[in-house]
């Protein structure tokens, strides 16, 4: 049954009807859609824009991202390692399938964490491996591995490397980096080899292809519209979509044209420069720019590591090298710093160790364990030893063993109490109702006196009845018992008690004045 | 039928969301005008002892008809402030008062539309009050005594909130 209710305020929302033709609208419209499709209708404006907008979103979100690493690394002290990072991550993008946006902030991560170049592409290129191998995600091996760098482990249980907590917190890093290389290495050339490996490295083409066409979309519409901000532009795509689609047909026919031009006009250009100097460096002897021409081009500058000659030497060379050097010292750092602490850590379970010598528990036990007690009692004892040291198994053994004791025990008493009573052994025995002398028992004997007993004279007054006094006729004798004390020994003796209370520091009530007299008053 | 209050729901949710110290204000202000005729229903409602003893709660292994329980039946009386789903006909209902339980539900309209005859509804002591779909014993009858005066406060009430809600200009 439906429940009462009487509405007080109410309001018209519309009747169902409404819903059900919106909704069938919406069904039909779709439906529209699908057939325009099948058939080829060109609905493709709106899809170019919407495709440009991607793009464009693309390239801002990875500018973004650019930006934050290219501070941060600014914020490290070295600020001209940015293009070299940067090619480096979009080189591993290509090869490995990652995005850059993924690789970016991992990289940030890394140079945080390690302040090294070197190390941190090393850590970033090792991570790929892992992240393929263990199926763990990109950004959580990366972020493992940092914390691991600083002496922070937890993270790598995940990897099941067969250690334990205890050598992954005492473990190098170096070491575990070596473990980690072991078991995981090659599994990310693996996984490119497999077909969803290189449809990942596709897509992430697509991706990166992606974001270049937003930035030449962006660049191209900002000059087309004249917009000088982004956010400008933005809301002129809108309003200007049919005639930004066919612009960027018309460009793209046109940019294929040039590139195609430059492209071979540049080729041609480049070719014969360098065929004119050669030829003249050949003539003129310089060998050293002959040289130089040949070392393969990574960068702006080469190496100097390579023994060309000091004026082409980085200049940043001395700022890379104390970057460096400043990573490295501080990695030496940290692995004191988790050698102290793995020390400190040793001690203090040690220390533990030791403490449980002086388990006076344990030690209780033991004692008792020694004395003459009963079984029950021994297994109580030996179940508590057993649950302070943590021996699970003998602990369950002894309680099993002890439940049967106390069973045992239980039943023995029951047994006691339903024994019946024994019976007395000298019931049957009569007992003589006459006395020796053949009369009845209990007989008064008539004319009986009891001896006296009568004491020597040498006894006199001191002790026992006096002479004449029978025993029994006669039962409350005068005594008469004189003292005679020796003041001075018992003066001496109460003096040796007050010396003695003093020095025991309880307070004497004596009265010393009766002493003198011979009279004691306590 | 209910008095239809254009954008009362709205109102309730901007209160809710840009002035809470208002929506607390406006609601308690609507409880107040509620609760006693809340009260009046539930003192309609008959106690375990004035009602047919079969109706009352008692054990048994299989019960299919709706067993009565005064306080049971009582704290079914209720209010709600908050707008409820659409009905068939696309009306919201944005304060309603409710007899939620089955039995006070029966207790509420038993004997309406056959005539108070046979061996159950002429039991209940109550009489009806109000007309057509809004006639019953306690929640009706109550709402019928109080002649309107509630609604009357409650959409005063409102107006009064949206009118301090839009001098404050949010």
Do not use: C
């Not at chain 1, 200049?315 to 030496?332: G, I």
């Not at chain 1, 160790?353 to 020694?370: C, D, H, Q, V």
């Not at chain 2, 309603?96 to 309406?112: F, L, Q």
Request: no cysteine; proline share 4%; glycine share 8%.
């Amino acid at each position: 049954m439906a429940e009462l209710r009487i509405p007080i305020i109410g309001e018209f929302k519309g009747k169902k009807a409404f819903k059900d033709a919106d909704s069938s609208i919406k069904g039909l419209n779709k439906s529209f859609k699908k057939l325009a499709g099948a058939a080829g209708i060109a609905l493709g404006t709106a899809a170019i824009v919407n495709f440009g907008k991607k793009a464009a979103k693309a390239f801002i979100a990875d500018e973004k991202a650019a930006s934050q690493l290219a501070v941060s690394v600014k914020n490290l002290g070295i600020a001209f390692e940015t293009p070299r990072i940067e090619q480096f991550i979009s080189n591993l993008s290509k090869a490995s399938g990652v995005a850059d946006d993924v690789l970016r902030p991992s990289m940030q991560k890394l140079l945080q964490t390690t302040g090294s170049v070197a190390k941190s592409t090393e850590l970033l290129t090792q991570a790929l491996d892992i992240s393929r191998g263990s199926g763990v995600d990109y950004e959580t091996v990366v972020n493992d591995l940092s914390m691991a760098y600083v002496g922070q482990t937890r993270g790598l249980r995940k990897y099941s490397l067969g250690l334990s907590q205890t050598e992954l917190k005492t473990m190098k890093f170096a070491d575990v980096q070596e473990k980690l290389n072991k078991q995981f290495s090659g599994a990310n050339a693996a996984y490119l080899d497999t077909y969803a490996g290189k449809m990942g490295v596709l897509g992430t083409a697509a991706g990166e292809a992606s974001e270049i066409i937003g930035k030449g979309l962006i660049d191209a519409l900002m000059i087309l519209s004249g917009d000088t901000t982004v956010d400008e532009l933005a809301l002129s795509m809108q309003t200007l979509a049919s005639n930004t689609a066919s612009v960027i047909t018309e460009l793209a026919k046109l940019g294929k044209a040039v590139a195609n031009f430059a492209t071979e006009s540049y080729n041609k250009v480049d070719q014969t420069s360098n065929n004119i100097t050669d030829f003249i460096d050949r003539i003129t002897g310089n060998s050293e720019r002959i040289a130089q021409r040949n070392i393969p081009r990574m960068g702006g500058y080469p190496s100097s590591a390579l023994g060309v000659s000091p004026s082409l030497i980085d200049p940043n060379d001395a700022a890379r090298k104390k970057a460096e050097a400043d990573a490295a010292k501080r990695a030496k750092e940290l692995a004191a710093l988790q050698k102290k602490t793995l020390d400190a850590q040793k001690k203090s379970l040690a220390l533990q160790k030791a403490s449980k010598t002086l388990n006076l528990e344990a030690i209780g036990i033991e004692a008792a364990l020694k004395g003459k007690i009963s079984e029950t009692d021994r297994l109580s004892l030996q179940l508590q030893k057993a649950i302070l040291d943590g021996n699970a198994t003998l602990a369950t053994q002894l309680s099993d063993q002890l439940d049967t004791a106390i069973k045992r025990n239980n039943e023995l008493r029951l047994a006691l109490l339903a024994t019946p009573k024994a019976p007395n052994p000298f019931s049957e025995w009569s007992v003589p109702k006459l006395d020796f002398g053949g009369n009845m028992l209990g007989t008064p004997v008539p004319n009986f006196v009891p001896p006296a007993y009568a004491m020597p004279e040498t006894f006199g007054q001191q002790g026992g009845l006096p002479a004449g006094v029978v025993a029994g006729v006669n039962p409350t004798p005068q005594i008469n018992i004189t003292v005679e004390l020796d003041g001075q020994a018992v003066g001496g003796a109460i003096r040796d008690s007050q010396i003695n209370d003093s020095l025991s520091g309880s307070f004497s009530q004596t009265n010393r004045f009766g002493n003198k007299q011979g009279t004691i008053a306590i | 039928m209910p008095t239809e209050l254009k954008g009362a729901n709205e109102l309730r949710k901007a209160l809710k969301k840009f002035s809470p110290d208002l929506d607390k204000e406006t609601r308690e202000e609507m409880v107040g005008f509620l609760k006693p005729l809340i009260k009046k229903a539930r003192g309609f409602l008959p106690s375990n002892a004035d009602a047919p003893s079969g109706f009352v709660k008692h054990e048994v292994k299989t019960a299919k008809f709706p067993m009565y329980d005064a306080a049971e039946a009582r704290r079914g009386v209720g209010y709600k402030l908050t707008p409820t789903k659409p009905n068939r006909q696309g009306w919201v209902q944005t304060v309603s008062i409710h007899n939620k339980t089955a039995a006070g539900a029966i207790v509420e309209t038993a004997g309406r539309k056959s005539g108070v005859t046979g061996n159950f509804s002429p039991r209940f002591s109550g009489t009806f009050a109000g007309s057509r779909k809004m006639q019953g014993r306690a929640m009706f009858k109550a709402y019928d005594q109080d002649q309107g005066k509630a609604k009357a406060a409650i959409i005063k009430a409102l107006e009064k909130a949206a009118a301090k809600f839009n001098a404050k200009g949010i």
